[in-house]
């Protein structure tokens, strides 16, 4: 069964750090690009960085700096290293894969960042 299962999510203070992990499975081709996504409560989802099989990283401006995207191809695993959180990045946060034939979304973690 392909699937993508993301972990790591919770309630932070602004100024935190948390980190995200996602692991896509059940495939025997190799998986391309992942991503991380999230959508704020009334917004529209956005991408928030991605990374391709190659190593190649993308951020959207908004957390560049404070986010890193990384990923371990041997595991099809891809974390998502969250610093100097604000509320402005409470959402729920999706991870993305492109596994050729389809790209998958994972059931989404909540990210919540509150004093």
């Known amino acids: 069964q392909v699937k993508v299962v993301e972990s790591g999510g919770g309630l932070v203070h602004p100024g935190g750090s948390l980190r995200l992990s996602c692991t896509a499975s059940?495939?025997?081709?190799?998986?391309?690009?992942m991503g991380w996504w999230r959508q704020a409560p009334g917004k529209e989802r956005e991408l928030v960085a991605d990374?391709?099989?190659?190593?190649?990283?993308y951020y959207v401006d908004s957390v560049r700096g404070r986010f890193t995207v990384s990923r371990d191809n041997a595991k099809n695993t891809v974390h998502l290293q969250m610093n100097s959180l604000t509320p402005e990045d409470t959402a729920v946060y999706y991870c993305?894969?492109?596994?050729?034939?389809?790209?998958?979304w994972g059931q989404g973690t909540q990210v919540t960042v509150s004093s």
């Open positions: 059940g495939s025997d081709s190799s998986i391309g690009t």
């Open positions: 990374i391709t099989s190659g190593g190649r990283p």
């Open positions: 993305n894969a492109d596994f050729g034939f389809a790209e998958l």
